[in-house]
């Protein structure tokens, strides 16, 4: 397998600026996986990497080569799709030996790493059918399998279960992540979905407008974000993020109610415009004092409950309970919002660390 370091990276359509200096290094063995919204230039930092896309400006290095002015085809990565991109016409055999072919490989070498991939993948039994008389799970399972067969320094993945539903994509994704360790490849991998890339990524790279965010781990990124973008992007629900001023040191006013909390308020001076963010499972219900709320809706998932509701002044704000909660439209309740779970926000969205 192989490291992977970005320098400076930059990527332009005409006037259009995508990629804004992208600075990144992937360590041999690694799992990275590129989050954040539509139009953020994760895809196209993907097939920068490919060598689909040219640079702007920049280098790319691929085990200390500069492989940056070189085509796709002599990089030795291989990308998976997300439209599959069979072969309509091929065996599943043949849509996995066929790169192989093309790059002469022995008749006997062909067909010892199909079938080992075949194995790996649970493909063995549909090696002779056609793409069109399989499921999207096993197409998909297919369009990796013909990644492996190459045995590329890097597997590239852009946005690979988007088109399962619901149950292929966990299923699929335990066998990604299984796939991983078996293998101990590099991966780099695209997603929009926040659960793919917690659940799969060693580490996770926030981009938006073509920037890096932050880079961590995917309790890193959730227990410590640098600034309001990626406290509001990681975390599903998203957590809650509250307009305040700083009261006085260490006092956070939220609200036209003018509710005082206690958090860390480093060397912002009273009057400071600040944003609290509290996740949904860090709040806690409060007998009669605290932050009112006024129900709106009542979501029973049978292991927890989700309420939702406002209070003056503020965002709608999400709270999460373990268990069935008996509250309804309408409830008024209180909450505790304890300073330990509490993250603060100074006007530029940077975050105030202890």
Known sequence: MAQLELSGVRKSFGATHVLHGIDLAVADGEFVVFVGPSGCGKSTLLRVIAGLEGVTGGSIAIDGSDVTGLPASERGLAMVFQSYAL??????????????????????????????????L??????????????????????????????????????????????????????????HAELGGTMIYVTHDQVEAMTLADRIVVLQAGR?????TPLDLYNR????????????????????????????????????????TGALTAGATVTLGVRPEHLALSETTGLPLAVELVERLGGESYLYGSSPGLPQITLKLDGQSGHQRGDTVFLALPSAQLHLFDETGRAIRS
């Not at 069109?132 to 946005?159: C, H, N, T, W, Y």
């Not at 292929?168 to 066998?175: F, G, H, P, Q, S």
């Not at 890096?212 to 961590?216: A, C, K, P, Y």
Request: one cysteine or more; charged letters at 30%; glycine letters at 10%.
């Open 87 to 120: 072969y309509p016409h091929m065996s599943v055999y043949k849509n996995m030996a066929f790169a192989l072919e093309n790059m002469g490989f022995k008749r006997d070498e062909i067909d010892q790493r199909v079938r080992r991939a075949a194995g790996m």
């Open 225 to 264: 974000p640098d600034n309001l973008f990626v406290a509001g992007f990681i975390g599903s629900p998203r957590m809650n993020l509250l307009p305040g001023t700083v009261a006085r040191q260490g006092i956070v006013r939220l609200g036209e109610g003018g509710h005082e909390i206690a958090c860390e």
């Open 122 to 179: 649970r493909l063995t039994d549909y090696l002779e059918r056609k793409p069109k008389a399989l499921s999207g799970g096993q197409r998909q399972r297919v369009a990796i399998g013909r990644a492996i067969v190459r045995d590329p320094k890097i597997f590239l993945f852009d946005e690979p279960l988007s088109n399962l539903d619901a149950e292929l994509r966990v299923a699929t994704r335990k066998e990604l992540a299984g796939l």
């Open 212 to 216: 890096i965010e932050q880079i961590g």
